[in-house]
């Protein structure tokens, strides 16, 4: 089996490595780490025109790769970074599952997710259930035309 990179994943790769390079040091990590929000919209906006989230998903998903190995040339490179953006839990988990499961009105987010213009929320944890889905306490119920969450996730 062939393992190398095609043309356009090297691109990717390559871009995505100088693009981290200039612009992602330990100070500006530290940063974020350290910020209210925990995460840079300029960094999340510089990933989006890259195409970094793109190639998190299928054409059929509105990106362009989807495959594993888009998906481990990406993460590949932002380990090699250290970056925390959430990237895994916006894009890969909530974004996918939105992609591959949501109703036409949700796959509307995808393009805004793509585009940077969105980050998403895989809110599946609870401080207290330690994976134990047995002990799930967050709520949502019915109230007029909203649906009102109670509880807490991480």
């Not at 495959?67 to 895994?88: C, N, S, T, Y």
Request: aromatic fraction near 8%; charged fraction near 25%.
């Amino acid at each position: 089996m062939n393992f190398d990179l095609t043309e356009e994943r090297q691109m990717l790769q390559d871009s995505l490595r100088r693009f981290l390079r200039d612009k992602y040091d330990t100070a500006t990590r530290n940063g974020i780490l350290e910020s209210e929000a925990g995460f840079s919209a300029d960094i999340w906006n510089g990933l989006a025109e890259l195409g970094v989230i793109g190639a998190l998903f299928t054409e059929e998903q509105g990106g362009f790769g989807g495959a594993g190995f888009d998906i481990a040339v990406v993460f590949e490179e932002l380990g090699r970074a250290g970056m925390v953006e959430p990237l895994l839990d916006s894009a890969v988990l909530a974004g996918g599952l939105i992609a591959d499961l949501g109703s036409e009105a949700q796959q509307e987010h995808i393009e805004a997710l793509i585009g940077g213009a969105l980050q998403l929320a895989f809110a599946h944890g609870e401080p207290t259930s330690r994976y134990d889905l047995e002990r799930v306490t967050t709520t949502a119920s019915q109230n007029g035309g909203d649906i009102v969450l109670n509880g807490r996730k991480t």
